[in-house]
């Protein structure tokens, strides 16, 4: 199962150009799917070990608003 439910991305820059690289729609392909899988685990995990489900759901949503861009914006 992708992240996509089988439905294409398409990545845009911060001025809304398509990001039309193969390689690069690859990598953000990969890592979406490394990221379901991780939380996917996470949430069966809890579940298993007694949490509630839409806590922890509420977490992984909250730990992605929290994140911070490590670099500068590419112009």
Do not use: F
């Not at 949430?43 to 670099?71: N, T």
């Amino acid at each position: 199962m992708s992240v996509s439910h089988d439905k294409q991305i398409i990545w845009r820059s911060p001025k809304d150009e398509v990001i039309a690289c193969v390689e690069k729609n690859k990598v953000m392909s990969e890592n979406l799917e490394e990221i379901r899988q991780v939380c996917q685990d996470a949430l069966d995990d809890a579940v298993l070990m007694g949490c509630d489900e839409q806590q922890v759901r509420q977490v992984l949503v909250g730990l992605i608003g929290d994140l911070v861009v490590s670099y500068s914006p590419q112009e």
